[in-house]
């Protein structure tokens, strides 16, 4: 089903507990927002839906200024801008928090989820709840998980056993999980920022990366990495957060509205994402690219376990694995 703004809005309004402000607020609140990818990207555009879905509840009430293209930096500098309160908001997959909040793990684990509605179960559960309490601990809110999609594998030329990843230099997020599970396939984990994964390719720095298929056509990484191997292998989970500095200083009915905004905002961007991966994957295989199914899943799924074991203590404990596992 086509997603559209006006359908997204008229439900939002559908939904709404508190009667309308009108008028205009008698102070507008500054809000900074950044986006890693451009103006025509999921990544900015789930702001422009909150935002008019904010003015359109509370008209004036706050002065939306969204930042796209990373001009404000990565993952973690635009992190480190929220903690300390240059920046409001920002979209961040829980992959890049687990540098602050080591919990956030959990749902970062390799082949921890079958399909797109386990997942949605797991991000309604008990545990997810308790891992937005945590969050909150580190100086950030975060309303509303999201779903960036299925990391995949891509490189310069085919890697279509679990074997081809012996001796390779693969890039990854700054994160110890990502790198045990490369090394587990005999590869050699190199930490880079996003930004700074295209010239890795196309200079070689790196010869292979993973990704989800929509940021993988926003970075035109199909020009340096064209083929792709559908290993799904991690769930990009990540969140709508905004900075507790910020939270805590508007007042309730701001913080009301703002709340419902983003949770209206996650269903948008996940249906987004999703018309976003199928229309990356058809431009950039016009554009060359090459997606190769695999043919032993179990052998790519063969880590897993040991990750799951490895990381248990930091996740909260093997049975709290196997619980959102087994939802």
């Known amino acids: 089903m086509t997603v559209t703004r006006r359908s997204l809005l008229a439900g939002f309004t559908a939904t709404l507990a508190l009667p309308a402000v009108t008028g205009r607020a008698a102070a507008q609140t500054p809000l900074v927002v950044a986006s890693l990818l451009g103006d025509d990207k999921p990544e900015t555009l789930v702001w422009n839906h909150i935002r008019d879905l904010v003015e359109a509840e509370m008209p004036g009430a706050f002065t939306f200024n969204i930042v796209p293209n990373a001009a404000l930096g990565g993952e973690k500098e635009v992190v480190e801008g929220m903690r300390l309160g240059s920046i409001q908001a920002s979209l961040s997959t829980l992959s890049n928090l687990t540098a602050w909040m080591p919990e956030c793990i959990l749902f970062d684990l390799p082949f921890l989820f079958r399909d797109d509605a ?6 309604r559960s ?3 709840g308790r891992l937005k309490e945590q969050i909150e601990q580190e100086g950030l809110i975060a309303p509303a998980f999201i779903d960036y ?3 995949h594998l891509l490189a310069p030329l085919p ?3 679990p074997g081809a990843m012996n001796g390779k230099r693969i890039r990854v997020i700054q994160s110890r999980l990502h790198a045990e599970l490369w ?3 005999g590869a050699l984990p190199i930490a880079l920022p996003i930004t700074e994964t295209y010239n890795a390719l196309s200079t070689g720095h790196v010869d292979a990366m993973d990704l989800t298929i929509s940021a993988y056509a926003g970075f035109r990484l ?3 990495g064209p083929h792709v191997t559908l290993t799904g292998h991690i769930t990009a989970v990540g969140a709508v957060i905004f900075a507790a500095s910020f939270w805590q200083q508007i007042d309730p009915q701001r913080r009301d509205v703002l709340q419902r905004a983003a949770e209206a905002g996650a ?9 976003e991966e199928r229309r990356s994957m058809d431009v950039t295989k016009a554009a060359g690219a090459h997606f190769h ?3 032993d899943r179990p052998a790519w799924e063969a880590p897993a376990r040991e990750i799951w074991t490895l990381f248990a203590e930091q996740a909260g404990g093997l049975e709290r694995i196997e619980e959102i596992a087994g939802i």
């Open 149 to 151: 999609g299925a990391r």
């Open 159 to 161: 890697l279509l056993e």
């Open 293 to 295: 199914t695999i043919a």
């Open 126 to 128: 008990a545990t997810a």
């Open 183 to 185: 090394q587990r396939f």
């Open 267 to 275: 269903e948008h961007f996940n249906a987004l994402m999703r018309q």
């Open 118 to 123: 386990h997942l949605a179960a797991a991000l």
């Open 222 to 224: 199909n020009e340096v």
